[in-house]
């Protein structure tokens, strides 16, 4: 798979991992700083989502093309890629988060596309070593409603990293 991965320059640490961990997931990567430069001769664009890119007006010229948006904050996806297959990096880059980005480039449709099914875009949120999920366990709430934590367990001595949902309270645990 040839991707075009478009960020801002403020992004570019978490574009520089992305990159690298794509690259190892088997992509050919053609980065950008510009969100409007030309994705030609590639399969997909993906395209870093923040609050950098929100402000700068970025995914303007996002039709016809095969998209699939990564989500480095909470920052609200605009309408036009919300409905899309989206990644949500809750930790940072990981290898299993490149995968999925590239499954998703691979299979996704374009923004201009009509989906009839899912009703809902399909949200992977990654959260590294707890690994991922499009949904809550317990209660089926999107991914968008399970956060990341860090906490100390004085009890028994050890820290640990959560993933807790915000709508029914489950969450599970690994060490740090």
Do not use: I, Q, T, V
């Given at each position: 798979m040839r991707a075009h991965l478009s960020y801002q320059p403020q992004d570019e640490r978490q574009a520089s991992s992305l990159a690298a961990a794509l690259s190892?997931?088997?992509a050919d990567i053609v980065r950008s700083a510009?969100?409007?430069s030309d994705a030609a001769g590639t399969d997909a664009v993906v395209l870093l989502w923040s609050y950098a890119a929100q402000a700068a007006g970025a995914a303007t010229r996002v039709e016809g093309e095969r998209v699939v948006p990564v989500r480095l904050d909470d920052c609200p996806l605009?309408?036009?890629l919300s409905?899309?297959?989206q990644v949500r990096l809750a930790v940072g880059v990981t290898d299993t988060a490149a995968a999925a980005i590239a499954r998703l480039a691979l299979t996704g449709t374009s923004a201009g596309g009509q989906r009839t099914e899912p009703e809902l875009p399909v949200v992977i949120s990654d959260f590294g070593p707890l690994g991922q999920y499009e949904t809550c366990p317990r209660c089926g709430a999107?991914?968008?409603r399970l956060r990341p934590y860090v906490t100390v367990d004085h009890h028994h001595d050890r820290a640990l990293r959560l993933v807790i949902c915000g709508s029914c309270g489950w969450q599970?645990?690994?060490d740090l």
């Open positions: 190892r997931a088997g510009d969100a409007d605009p309408p036009l409905r899309l297959p999107g991914s968008d599970d645990h690994r």
